[in-house]
């Protein structure tokens, strides 16, 4: 799978996200790690909260970071075939509450983002670009239904998404980013691009607790109190339905594999999407044991160093 391939080499990624807090800070992760991290552009999809407010959050979390030069695209505002689904109840209604961040001066790009992804990958050299999908899949997939020619060129997909020995969190079965657009990510996984899957197994084990989320506050910078005030809103959600010691950081995992992926252990398993099923739609059916000795086509974490990652988070994003 390449996983730990070019250690020396800056990885050219686009993040395709729809911010959410926890979107917020991977985008934040990215931007503050640029001797590993070359940061191409950042393509927003409808998920967590409507398009309207995943673009422009993206641009308000760039701008806070001083980077207002990193190119923000709007992409697809519905899933493929299915009703968009979206989850205020978790991010508050702009998708960021408790950060309180002005309204973004950079300018959206006119360009689509579906444009975006195959333009900058049929420019590159093969192998080289890694798409970051931390949301619904919607953007990456109509990308390479448009566009197959870019399959080459892209190295890996680095997401976040699923659950295999976890339940869902969305459904019984399902994580929230599959289920919003299961389709767009059963054509990912049948692309045949190498594909590193970050589901609520790992994510559910990088907790902010109260005190991680102190050292955030203990920042005393711009970025820092942020972060505090935005997963101070996040954590209570996840604190009180699933009793856990503070809230996951869900789509930071993705950035932080990219700049070490030590930190995470887990398989090479076969990965496929359950579309049809009603009771089951977004489920991630992933092969742990091998039973039906299938191709792999997927590299599954499942366990984190969550000391590590969380030095990691706080030394990078103390730069900002």
Request: negative net charge.
């Amino acid at each position: 799978m390449g996983r730990f391939s070019d250690p020396m080499k800056k990885r050219k990624i686009i993040i395709d996200c729809d911010p959410g807090q926890d979107d917020a800070v991977a985008i934040l992760l990215a931007l503050a790690a640029t001797e590993d991290i070359d940061l191409l552009g950042i393509t927003t999809v409808a998920g967590n909260v409507p398009l309207a407010l995943t673009e422009s959050n993206a641009r308000r979390i760039c701008e806070l970071a001083g980077r207002a030069d990193i190119p923000v695209f709007a992409g697809a505002s519905q899933p493929l075939f299915r009703k968009l689904v979206t989850a205020e109840w978790i991010h508050g209604k702009t998708g960021l509450d408790g950060a309180n961040l002005p309204d973004p001066q950079m300018p959206l790009q006119e360009k689509h983002a579906v444009s975006f992804l195959v333009d900058t990958c049929l420019a590159a050299e093969d192998n080289s670009i890694t798409l970051c999908p931390i949301g619904p899949m919607t953007n990456v997939a109509l990308a390479i239904m448009q566009a197959p020619q870019i399959i080459p060129k892209i190295k890996e997909i680095v997401c976040m998404g699923g659950a295999v020995q976890e339940f869902g969190n969305t459904t019984p079965a399902a994580e929230f980013n599959i289920y919003v657009d299961p389709h767009a990510a059963n054509v990912v996984v049948e692309s045949g691009i190498p594909i590193v899957m970050m589901p609520l197994d790992v994510t559910h084990k990088a907790l902010v607790t109260p005190e991680r989320l102190q050292k955030f506050k203990d920042m005393q910078t711009p970025v820092g109190n942020v972060c505090g005030g935005m997963l101070d809103f996040f954590n209570r959600f996840d604190m009180s339905r699933y009793g856990f010691a503070g809230g996951p950081l869900h789509d930071p995992c993705v950035v932080a594999y990219l700049i070490d992926p030590h930190i995470f252990s887990g398989r090479s398993v076969n990965l496929a999407i359950e579309v049809s099923s009603e009771l089951t739609i977004g489920q991630t059916v992933v092969d742990w044991w091998d039973i039906q000795e299938k191709p792999k086509n997927a590299f599954v974490c499942d366990s984190l160093d969550d000391d590590r990652f969380f030095d990691l988070l706080f030394t990078r994003l103390g730069r900002l």
